[in-house]
């Protein structure tokens, strides 16, 4: 489905964020305009500081503009009250942390299961869902395992899998690869471009060349302000299709 045809996914609309006031003022963002369309793989980069966390938190309904407007899915979010923004977080976002945010003293399972038992789901379809989703992630013979005993690499993969419960539109991940090592990288970059390729729209924060090179679209964000926005080349062999990916459903 073309972007240009389609309800965006992600729409920010002269979008501003102002910390403190007066002479200790600070322009986190200014005047940001960003469409993402369905199906796009995009990464936002920038150096500390940049406003790459502050747009993160806007487009994840962390935070709220100072100014402009934020649709999320055609639907206006810019000014909604807490308990409002949190169902919509629940339901149309999947967040992806570097720190992967697992309860420790829940298994993975219970890790994956609680956008589900928040969201009212009845227990044989969360206990179904579950399974889906862990098998999706290749880690089905790790379901009873609690966080202290699997590795940075299975973690990602079970906060992944977590973040595909409740099938979201959008797949927000802040620095995905930040805790962990080459091989564990590669290998949840390689999850991401396949889940890409079975059209899911995917948002990724980063500072690393390595991991915005799995993306189709590089948004780089400097002082508050994007500063480019382009495609990346199809002889990058990442654009319009990833190749040689293993197929992911969710």
Known sequence: MSPATSTPVVSLREVSKIYGAGDVAVAALRSVDLTVGPGEYVAIMGASGSG??????????????????????????????????????????????????????????????????????????????????????????????????????????????RALTMNPPLLLADEPTGNLDSTASADIMGMFDALHDEGRTIVLITHEDSVAEHAHRVVRVSDGQIVSDALRSPASGRYPHAQGSESVRA
Do not use: W
């Not at 790459?52 to 639907?75: A, F, R, V, W």
């Not at 869902?129 to 379901?143: C, I, K, N």
């Open 52 to 161: 790459k966390s502050t747009m993160m938190n806007i487009i994840g309904c962390l935070d709220e503009p100072t100014s402009g407007t934020y649709e999320l899915q055609g639907h206006d979010v810019s000014g909604l009250d807490g308990d409002t923004l949190s169902l919509v977080r629940s339901r149309l976002i999947g967040f992806i942390f570097q720190s992967f945010h697992l309860i420790p003293r829940m298994t993975a399972a219970a890790n994956v299961e609680l956008p589900l038992l928040y969201g009212g789901v009845g227990r044989d379809e969360r206990l179904e869902r579950v399974r889906e989703v862990l098998d999706l992630v290749g880690l089905s013979d790790r379901a009873s395992h609690r966080p202290n005993e699997l590795s940075g690499g299975q973690q990602q993969r079970v906060a992944v899998a």
